[in-house]
């Protein structure tokens, strides 16, 4: 099993959220990592926040550890199991029963691949 050290949670992909600051509040850009309550800084430029960002992260990353507390990892180290379960209107069952039938396909099949094609279409 791997170690969770400092390298291990600095090479997760964390998002960051970058915001501009107002020029009445002195200008620049603020960053922050939503996913580490606390863990934020600011930058004149977009590079410099994000730079500084990347210190701060390493910063509360070592305070948690050293601590011995827990550290929320981003969504994409989950695992999924890849089920879930779906309430929907009668209709739509029948619907798509009917669809899935006659394309020739269980229905568990046609919905995995409507709902493949559609997220498809948003990314």
Known sequence: MMKKN???Y???N???AIERISEEDGGGFFASIPLLPGCMSDGGT???AYDNIEDAKKEWLMSMLERKMNIPEPADQEEFSGKFLVRLPKSLHRTLAQISKREGVSLNQYVA???AYSAGQKA
């Open 46 to 48: 977009l590079e410099e």
């Open 10 to 12: 600095m090479g997760l």
């Open 6 to 8: 400092i390298d291990y």
């Open 113 to 115: 691949s409507a709902l």
């Open 14 to 16: 964390y998002p960051v």
